[in-house]
């Protein structure tokens, strides 16, 4: 409750720690005698626990004192629970229905009791067995058009955006981690950055790029100085869950104020990768299975750019190109539209390309690459994506669209 102290649940102590919290027992019942805890966490940070009792099973979430990853050698604060909840509300508010129902919060133990997703996965793992999720594209494009133009100025009043805006600028640690593990850490010898051999002359020819290292540094200047919108922060398919038709995002506890248009490149940069690696995790449905994730792609940003000026033209309250100045005047505000949207793609490609980079070569690489099993397999599909990733980042302000960046990944295949 409120006024102890933090101590971390374990399997044991968990019941009788919780079992007078009553939006808890309201899903699972009330005899705690009679849960089953469970210790999921298969993420790099957060202990996450599902309870099972007579009457349906929760999540809960707790954050630790440190990085679970890397261990306690590395602290990173407990607050970033309240960010956490802070951005699962709102959310929920700006795409309902888009993240786990939020049942309790206690901020002193740095933990958030949700809905169990079930029968959901974790999206990458079911990118790596080469499974469809119907709906997928329409789901990510509106949730990342919904989250960004709803949590931005075009929608919000002046006052809401800035109270907002120094709310989570409290959460300092976390996109901390971004800004150096996303944007900096490739691009030289960090203490924690790890490769697969073999991609050393990559890696150097990256290095040696100099106007790649100012692209990827101007994507960080905007990252940590532009706070169009409420990004989730880390939105790549392992922050998602899907059953075969229905998906859902959690863990956003990186949640910051930044680009518009960070959330769908980093996403974008992951069915990227997902697709790199697929020759090492597909047979004779490997053509079928990288044409759905292009296509993902393509339609998670075309049905992205649909719904983003749906709620230019039918929820445009704010302050940013008010009504006043085109409507109002007999005027057609398309122009303006267009242009938000070309800075919103560049930001984007620019990120996704970054992220390409980065989870092959500083620290938390991802499944999609790192299940592959022959390092020579692994390094020749990395190198596909690290080469690609470096002509995103300089072409980022000229790309056409999401279907020249996946004609450009045909083209790197
Ligand atoms: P971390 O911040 O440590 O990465 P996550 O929030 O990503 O923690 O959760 C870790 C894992 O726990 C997820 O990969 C998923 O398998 C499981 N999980 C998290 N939230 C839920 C949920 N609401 N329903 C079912 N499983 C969940
Ligand atoms: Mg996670
Ligand atoms: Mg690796
Ligand atoms: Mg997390």
């Not at 560049?346 to 970054?354: M, N, S, T």
Request: hydrophobic share 45%; proline share 4%; charged share 20%.
């Amino acid at each position: 409750s409120a006024d102890t102290a933090y101590e971390a649940l374990t399997v044991e102590t968990l019941p009788e720690r919780l079992k007078d919290v009553t939006a808890l027992t309201a899903q699972v019942g009330e005899d705690p005698a009679l849960w089953q805890v469970e210790e999921v966490g298969d993420g790099n940070l957060n202990l996450v626990f599902i309870v099972t009792g007579p009457g349906g099973k929760v999540i809960v979430k707790q954050a630790l004192p440190y990085v679970r990853l890397v261990g306690d050698s590395w602290p990173l604060p407990l607050y970033r629970a309240f960010y956490e909840y802070h951005a699962l509300i709102r959310q929920a508010a700006r795409d309902p229905g888009a993240v786990p129902a939020i049942y309790h919060f206690d901020e002193s133990q740095a933990l958030i009791i949700m809905e169990f997703l079930a029968p959901h996965v974790i999206l990458r793992r079911k990118l790596i067995a080469g499974e469809h999720v119907a709906g997928l594209a329409e789901f990510l494009g509106r949730y990342c058009a919904r989250t960004a133009f709803r949590g931005s100025e075009l929608s919000m009043s002046s006052p809401d955006k800035k109270a907002d805006v120094a709310l989570f600028a409290g959460n300092v640690e976390i996109p901390a981690i971004t800004e150096a593990l996303v944007f900096t850490d490739p691009y030289f010898d960090a203490e924690m950055n790890s490769h697969t051999k073999g991609l050393e002359p990559v890696i150097a020819t990256l290095r040696a790029d100099v106007a790649l290292k100012v692209k990827a540094q101007q994507a960080l200047q905007r990252f940590v100085s532009n706070t169009e919108t409420m990004v989730h922060g880390d939105l790549h398919s392992g922050s998602i869950m899907s059953t075969g038709r229905d998906s859902r995002v959690i863990d956003p506890e990186f949640v910051q104020y930044g680009p518009l248009g960070f959330d769908i490149g980093m996403l974008c940069a992951n069915f990227l990768m997902a697709y790199f690696s697929q020759p090492a995790h597909r047979g004779a449905d490997l053509d079928e299975y990288q044409d759905w994730i292009l296509g993902i792609i393509a339609d998670t940003c075309r049905i992205f750019e649909a719904e983003f000026r749906h709620l230019w033209a039918t929820e445009r309250t704010g302050i940013l190109f008010p009504a006043a100045l085109f409507e109002d005047q007999g005027h057609d505000s398309t122009p303006a539209c267009d242009a938000v949207l070309t800075g919103l793609w560049r930001d984007a490609w620019a990120v996704c390309g970054i992220e390409m980079h980065r989870r092959c070569l500083s620290l938390a690489h991802n499944a999609d690459f790192e299940d592959i099993a022959d390092m020579s397999v692994r390094a020749s599909l990395e190198a596909r994506n690290l080469l690609m990733g470096a002509e995103l980042i300089h072409t980022a302000d000229t790309v056409a669209d999401a279907q020249a960046v996946c004609a450009l990944a045909r083209a790197y295949n």
